[in-house]
């Protein structure tokens, strides 16, 4: 019996020892306010539902009918957190990183008290009353759910929460209605002050965490506040920023997405736990790898008459505008250099080191753009769509439009293929990129014509395929029945000796040159390699810049091998025309031997009047031609123009 009552004794000693360990429970409680990023704009989806920890709590602001939440109750945090129809917001995954980082006695409780498009007046007590007369008439109902006196419904609940808990620190996200005034730093020192009196709090240990509205380099409209924002600290003591860099944004360029809100949100939590003195399980830095450039900007939305209310766009939306990016944190000076704006255009550096600017081309299409950091032309780093060049490599910006050719539809593909020919007359082995239409592989039996297409001046093979898209637009062109299946052949114009001026005779040994390589080892090539039609018949050739000249020397120097002839902002000099072409530019003979003689150049083209030049010697001898006048300069848009009405005449 003794020794029973001291094994009871022990065991009770060690069952009160380890009670006595159990750590206390704590409650955090944190305010939340603001406008519309803060009461939530995304959509909920089935991962924010899903693993709430029950440690993380909401305290109902207002009543949630359908919910069955009650005004100043808690309840587990499942969003919404603000109010019945909001949608998701930063504070979802602020409460959530919190206790993913914080031991388990602690409780994490906030009250989100916000209202879509409000000024930071709605939570100023000497301006309330004046603003709710004056407010938008949308915004009524919004009001109305905190009586008309936000401020105060924040301050009835946080007292709610110290009876359990401790007011830790303050979230605010607002100032998008603000955008740029430098006295809202005044007014929102203004709201603090009065919280940390109203609630008794000390300044000095609940901090104030204000987050950037939809930041410059996702193209948000209103950016411009965000310097204002990175001056709080100034203003209050204990103001701590958190950088939106890199966080998406919806369509709008004003509010943030789902994937937003929660990379914000984690922000907000891994500055409050390095207040708390805790370092987070994962506090990597997305900006490394999260930002974009370009950023294009959508507008999935369009207007519908018959119903009376926006829709989603079938076409999948238009262009609304692209943001392009830099991080250089120590550059002074970023400029951005594109052939869809005129000159030099500045960026604007945001608070962790990136330059940004939003833009809309006039029309959608494909163009070069570079950066210019200190004076210094580079590409850009964030960017893997490269124009192939010999020179300098700008980046490529697609400005999309689901009706352009240049669009990849779901229509039968053709395939492109990269390949070396041994080429006798340089002396090196040569690339050659060469398509096959989406029917190739299922006709075995078929023979195909070919479009020699050749590249510019500084263009390697590459560049009528990533910058002039020729397989995108055969591709559609064909599915729509506009042009023939045909096989298209891309060799490099280079021959290695430089490019002589165009406009002396120092150009014809280079043309000649080409004109060998082309009709001695290309076409061979291509004959050997690919089930090819070799009557002149079912051969065309054109180009773009130099590819032009050398087109136009090897079509009229080979009458029997070539009927189809294109040149893309590109001449010859009536000299060459006079002394190469032994005699044979003269109407009959051209309309006998060729069945497309096609000229297109831009009105703006450096090469414009030298074309003109070229046009009129073949007017003067009656050669009949088709030409093609446009906008622009010497351009790739311009190319791709043109090459898609000559894919529309070939072997017909």
């Not at 360990?21 to 944190?30: D, G, H, S």
């Not at 602690?106 to 004056?134: L, Q, R």
């Not at 390697?460 to 729509?480: C, H, S």
């Not at 902002?569 to 072409?581: G, N, Q, R, T, W």
Request: aromatic share 10%; hydrophobic share 40%; glycine share 6%.
């Amino acid at each position: 019996m003794k020794r029973l009552l001291l094994t009871l004794c022990a065991a009770a000693t060690m069952l009160s020892a380890a009670l006595a360990q159990k750590p206390k429970t704590e409650t955090q409680v944190y305010l939340c306010f603001g406008q519309s990023n803060m009461e939530g704009n995304a959509p909920i989806e089935e991962i924010d539902r899903q693993g709430i920890d029950p440690r993380f709590q909401m305290m109902a602001a207002v009543d949630f009918p359908k919910m069955g939440r009650k005004m100043g109750k808690t309840y587990p945090a499942v969003p919404p957190l603000c109010r019945e129809n909001n949608g998701l917001t930063p504070v979802d995954y602020f409460g959530r990183t919190m206790v993913e980082n914080l031991p388990q006695n602690v409780n994490i409780c906030v009250i989100n008290v916000a209202i879509g498009g409000c000024d930071i007046k709605a939570f100023m007590k000497d301006s309330i009353a004046a603003y709710c007369t004056k407010c938008p008439s949308w915004m009524v109902g919004m009001l109305k759910a905190y009586d008309n006196n936000p401020y105060q419904r924040l301050v009835d609940m946080a007292k709610i929460a110290q009876k359990k808990g401790t007011i830790k620190g303050i979230l605010l996200h607002q100032g998008e209605t603000n955008t740029g005034q430098e006295a809202w730093l005044g007014m929102v020192k203004s709201v603090y002050d009065d919280l940390m009196k109203d609630l008794n709090l000390n300044p000095n240990e609940v901090p104030l965490l204000a987050g950037e509205v939809v930041n410059s380099d996702r193209g948000g409209v209103c950016a411009a506040h965000n310097p204002v924002v990175n001056r709080l600290p100034e203003v209050i003591k204990n103001a701590h920023v958190i950088s939106s860099s890199a966080c998406p944004e919806t369509f709008d360029q004003l509010h943030f997405n789902a994937e937003g809100y929660r990379m914000l949100g984690r922000r907000y939590a891994f500055k409050m736990l390095s207040l708390l003195g805790v370092t987070p399980k994962d506090n990597s830095n997305p900006r490394a790898n999260l930002l974009v450039s370009p950023v294009m900007h959508i507008m999935k939305f369009r207007f519908d008459r018959a119903q009376n209310k926006m829709v989603e766009d079938e076409n999948g939306g238009s262009l609304r505008a692209a943001t392009f990016n830099l991080y250089a944190p120590n550059a002074k000076k970023v400029e951005f250099s594109s052939q869809f704006t005129d000159g030099l255009k500045p960026m604007v550096k945001n608070s962790q080191g990136v330059w940004s600017i939003t833009l809309t081309p006039e029309k959608p299409d494909i163009y070069p753009y570079n950066f210019v950091v200190d004076g210094v032309a580079i590409s850009d780093p964030a960017n893997m769509n490269v124009f192939p060049n010999e020179n300098f490599k700008a980046s490529l910006f697609e400005a999309p439009d689901h009706k352009m050719l240049y669009t990849v539809r779901d229509v039968p593909h053709g395939r492109v293929t990269y390949m070396n020919y041994k080429s006798d007359n340089l002396g090196v082995y040569r690339p050659l990129v060469v398509y096959t239409p989406a029917e190739y592989e299922q006709n075995p039996n078929k023979q195909y014509p070919v479009f020699y297409l050749v590249s510019g001046t500084t263009d390697t093979e590459e560049t009528w395929y990533k910058v002039g898209k020729f397989n995108t637009i055969l591709d559609n062109l064909i599915a729509d029945g506009k042009a023939v299946p045909m096989i298209v052949a891309l060799p490099y114009g280079n021959m290695l000796h430089g490019t002589p001026n165009p406009a002396t005779m120092d150009a014809i040994p280079m043309y000649q040159q080409f004109t060998d390589v082309l009709t001695k080892e290309i076409m061979p090539f291509v004959e050997k390699n690919f089930r090819t039609k070799t009557d002149k018949n079912s051969r065309a050739i054109a180009g773009f810049s130099r590819g032009g000249g050398q087109s136009q020397f090897a079509a009229f120097t080979n009458p029997d091998k070539f009927a189809y002839m294109g040149s893309f902002s590109a001449y010859l000099i009536p000299e060459a025309m006079d002394k190469c072409f032994d005699g044979n530019i003269n109407a009959d003979f051209m309309k006998n031997n060729y069945k497309l003689i096609w000229y297109g150049v831009g009105k703006d083209d450096f090469l414009y009047r030298n074309v003109q030049t070229h046009l009129d010697y073949f007017k003067q001898k009656g050669i009949a031609f088709k030409y093609k006048e446009t906008d622009g300069g010497h351009t790739w848009m311009n190319a791709r123009d043109y090459l898609a009405e000559v894919y529309q005449l070939l072997f017909k």
